[in-house]
């Protein structure tokens, strides 16, 4: 039933120096924050002048860096004697502290170090940001900064993940310095450079010509629409940037798979509702977000010391980037439940299995969609996902009714008991010329309806004159009838 998906290509992995380094943790042994976790920890033992192994416990790793400057008479021992006790040397483990002071005072090791390499913070923005690696799972790419190195880095990384297939992909790309995404980049759009990227991103007003081989300038078409105003088709077509199995969130399916989220870190209460029988608690943490300043040509400004100057606050307005953490945690008492989140400038909406069908999802994605540009995408989707978005936007066609606005008829057809209609036989046959992946979603009352038989017949005859080898992934009822047992038979014979 694939054979109408563009192809999608899937992954993750990070871009280190235009190598891609596979680091997806539900197929491969590490995962991004992993890797990012390693090479802190290889710095930081390679600074204090230890060679650790291939394979080591970072804790013992630790003790021994320690007992290697003893040894060594490298450090001290007089002034951490005097600060924690005579005993502290026979004191095994040592304490955390004592590490990280000598860390510190003597090899002049950073704090944020020290905790990325205890795995305290936020590991994969430190990879992008200290590390200079990007982050690319799928069609999605996250780089701190986009110069024209960052972009031949990237270029690189994509064409070692994916080979000749990245060129017949686009990209979505995330500049975390300034919060900027450019959607939907073709792979041939970015080996023009950052400019022509720019322009890209700018250029709908202008309608260049490869907008117009592409279909580009249609999607811009519809971008002129309202939610409202879009077929369900059409706004799931601009909202949809790829498929993502579900098993990528298979933590987040229970409560234990939330715990990292502390009500003591969200204390700002948003909002307070029933559903079913649980009353949930919708909290923000108020955090303020900070964004790197840059130049013209998106190199980052920095100070006489070298370090990244921050925008202002009124910098960060005037840009209209967002100031406040965007993110809405759902609580049953202390236990996290839900979440919606900003994903690489795209919505992450989750809620625990337990509590899925209740209406959560639905209204953190309609909450949360009020902090997000209006333009900006959905992003990947799993299954639920996919469901998630059209009962979406089926909760604003009706509010568009409620407010009288003028729903296009096409629209109204998504939707037939929003006006008092059934989702009858003429429904299923508009549903399947619009798209044929809706017969797999038509109830098998109708599937075998002579009228949804003929149509269907019809869009497989063109399909395998077209691509013969999609006879096999052909449903049985199908691969049986007449008209392309007659096609087959005719390739047969030639």
Do not use: C
Not at 144 to 153: C, E, M, Y
Not at 408 to 430: F, H, K, M, S
């Amino acid at each position: 039933m694939n054979w109408y998906k563009k192809s999608q290509i899937t992954g993750e992995w990070w871009i280190i120096d235009g190598r891609a380094v596979f680091a997806d943790n539900t197929i491969g042994d590490m995962g991004h924050e992993a890797y990012v976790l390693d090479q802190v920890r290889r710095e930081i033992a390679d600074t204090m002048g230890y060679l650790v192994d291939e394979f080591y416990d970072w804790d013992e790793t630790k003790e021994d860096i320690v007992k290697n400057l003893i040894q060594q008479n490298e450090i001290n021992l007089q002034f951490y004697i005097k600060k924690y006790g005579k005993e502290w040397i026979q004191q095994i483990p040592y304490k955390p502290e004592i590490f990280d002071g000598i860390a510190k005072n003597k090899f002049k090791i950073s704090q944020e170090q020290l905790d990325m390499a205890d795995g305290s913070g936020d590991i994969r923005v430190y990879g992008m940001k200290e590390l200079g690696w990007k982050r690319l799972a799928g069609n999605n790419i996250e780089t701190q900064t986009l110069t024209q190195s960052d972009l031949d880095d990237i270029l690189n990384g994509i064409y070692d993940a994916y080979d000749e297939d990245a060129e017949n992909h686009s990209f979505n790309i995330e500049v975390r310095g300034n919060g900027k995404v450019f959607w939907n980049i073709p792979y041939n759009i970015m080996a023009d450079g950052v400019m022509a990227i720019a322009e890209y991103d700018r250029g709908v007003t202008s309608v260049p010509t490869y907008a117009l081989n592409n279909g580009w300038y249609k999607k811009a078409q519809i971008e002129e629409k309202q939610p409202w105003q879009m077929t369900q088709d059409e706004y799931f077509q601009y909202h949809y940037t790829g498929f993502i199995s579900s098993s990528a969130y298979d933590k987040y399916k229970t409560k234990e798979g939330l715990e990292w989220l502390k009500k003591s870190q969200y204390p700002i209460l948003y909002d307070k509702k029933q559903f079913g029988s649980n009353i949930i608690e919708f909290r923000k943490s108020g955090n303020k977000l900070q964004y790197v300043k840059h130049d013209d040509n998106e190199d980052v400004l920095r100070d006489e010391n070298g370090l990244a100057i921050m925008m202002t606050p009124q910098e960060i307005i005037d840009a209209k980037l967002t100031a406040e953490d965007q993110t809405i945690v759902a609580f049953i008492g202390d236990d996290a439940i839900g979440l919606a989140s900003n994903e690489w400038g795209a919505t992450g909406i989750w809620v625990v299995e337990d509590y899925q069908k209740l209406g959560i999802g639905t209204y953190l994605l309609k909450e949360f969609r009020k902090t997000m540009n209006p333009k900006s995408k959905l992003g990947q989707m799993t299954e639920s996902g996919i469901e998630l978005t059209k009962a979406y936007h089926k909760k604003l066609v009706q509010e568009a009714l409620n407010e009288n606005k003028n729903v296009p008829q096409e629209v109204l057809d998504d939707y037939p008991d929003l006006t008092g209609g059934t989702y009858d036989i003429n429904y299923w046959i508009r549903q399947i010329k619009k798209n044929p992946i809706n017969y797999y979603e038509m109830p098998e009352e109708f599937k075998y309806d002579p009228k949804i038989q003929e149509i269907m017949t019809t869009i497989y005859v063109d399909m395998i004159t077209k691509y013969p080898n999609s006879y096999y992934s052909m449903p049985i009822e199908f691969k049986n009838s007449k008209e392309i047992q007659n096609i087959v038979k005719s390739s047969m014979d030639e």
